[in-house]
């Protein structure tokens, strides 16, 4: 089994929360989100907020809070082979109460199909609010460019 690292990222101005599905090998190194290279997560983020990419963990945390957005992701602990998603197997949700008490969180994101799926198998029931699917940031997900995900992406913008 698996555990998830990385404590989520919100405060008390948090309007919007995104999910991943589970953190990747290169981000639980790291010990925050998104730390594979090559997933697009920062640059599609800093290119709807229109500001430069941050590279350092402070950078990024401080763009998600100064502009309303909490972080976390769906599973707080499964089984996993390496940071593939289709491996995953038993899961065990993260709680995501504590965020949505502290914060008036008016739209819930999903990074992917992975999300969405554990999303909508966990927590939409328990908490009986939907979630709005983006394409995957991931490296797997070679079929979106960069652009592209860019634009599906601003939806997040208009919240």
């Known amino acids: 089994m698996t555990f998830h690292p990385i404590a989520p990222?919100?405060?008390?101005?948090?309007?919007?929360?995104?999910l991943g599905s589970f953190p990747s090998v290169k981000s639980r190194e790291a010990m925050f989100f998104y730390g594979?290279?090559?997933?697009?997560?920062?640059?599609?983020?800093?290119?709807?907020?229109?500001?430069p990419v941050p590279?350092?963990?402070?950078?990024?945390?401080?763009?998600?809070?100064d502009?309303?957005?909490?972080l976390w992701d769906v599973i707080a602990s499964?089984?996993?082979?390496?940071?593939?998603?289709?491996?995953?197997?038993?899961?065990?949700?993260?709680?995501?109460?504590?965020?949505l008490e502290q914060a008036d969180i008016?739209?819930?994101?999903?990074n992917g199909k992975t999300a969405e799926k554990y999303f909508r198998m966990y927590q939409e029931p328990a908490l009986g609010r939907?979630?709005?699917?983006?394409?995957?940031t991931s490296p797997a997900n070679a079929s979106w460019s960069l652009e592209r995900l860019t634009q599906a992406w601003r939806v997040i913008g208009r919240e």
């Open 36 to 51: 594979h290279p090559r997933n697009r997560f920062w640059k599609v983020l800093a290119a709807v907020l229109e500001c």
């Open 106 to 110: 008016k739209t819930i994101f999903v």
């Open 9 to 18: 990222v919100y405060d008390a101005h948090s309007r919007i929360l995104i």
């Open 55 to 65: 590279t350092t963990v402070e950078e990024k945390r401080r763009l998600l809070l």
């Open 67 to 70: 502009n309303g957005i909490a």
């Open 130 to 136: 939907p979630a709005v699917c983006l394409p995957s």
């Open 78 to 99: 499964c089984e996993i082979t390496g940071s593939a998603d289709s491996s995953i197997r038993n899961v065990v949700p993260n709680d995501l109460r504590p965020i």
